[in-house]
């Protein structure tokens, strides 16, 4: 895979697409260039979740428990962390400038192949990495898991991100 991939989760343990992609990149069929973990759910959860951090850590290990090439794995970046929805607005964060960081410099060698994100969470991380550098938007490409319902209550995020980036939304109503 010539794209490199950014995988962004609030929570690594409730599927397994991070697992998914260690393999793929440990047998080098997938370009894994940035782990991002951003622990904010919206609604009746309440919107803080810093325990979540620590899923992305122990999956990460777990795949180093398991023998797998790790040097195609990169390290995890934390995203977006805050007390509210309003908190969490235009928050920079080291996922944040990860974003920034991979997406403009993969662009400048290959723009001809934009940078992939996959986001099964809230994109708070991606919306305010937009916030630091609003030209990204047109280098990427966002596969997003279930934008418009579930993973989309976090209205600033979802609608900035819907308002400015090439989104593939799955799972949407079911």
């Not at 797998?68 to 962390?81: F, L, W």
């Not at 209205?155 to 939304?169: E, G, P, Y």
Request: glycine share 6%; with cysteine; hydrophobic share 35%.
């Amino acid at each position: 895979m010539t794209n490199p991939l950014i995988y962004d989760n609030n929570v690594y343990d409730d599927v397994f697409d991070d697992e998914l992609c260690f393999v793929m990149a440990s047998l080098g069929e997938m370009n894994l260039a940035g782990l991002i973990v951003t622990p904010v759910l919206t609604d009746f959860w309440g919107f803080s979740k810093p325990d979540w951090k620590k899923t992305a850590y122990e999956s990460r290990q777990r795949a180093q428990d398991s023998g797998i090439r790790m040097e195609t794995i990169p390290p995890s970046a934390v995203g977006t962390e805050a007390e509210s929805e309003k908190a969490g607005e235009r928050r920079e964060s080291a996922g944040a400038r990860l974003y920034v960081k991979i997406i403009n410099e993969h662009f400048q060698k290959h723009p001809e192949h934009p940078v992939i994100i996959s986001i099964g969470g809230q994109g708070a991380t991606l919306a305010s990495a937009f916030c630091l550098d609003p030209s990204i938007a047109d280098k990427c490409i966002v596969y997003y898991t279930d934008m418009r319902v579930y993973n989309g209550h976090y209205q600033w995020a979802s609608k900035l991100v819907a308002k400015n980036f090439r989104v593939v939304s799955w799972g949407d109503d079911n």
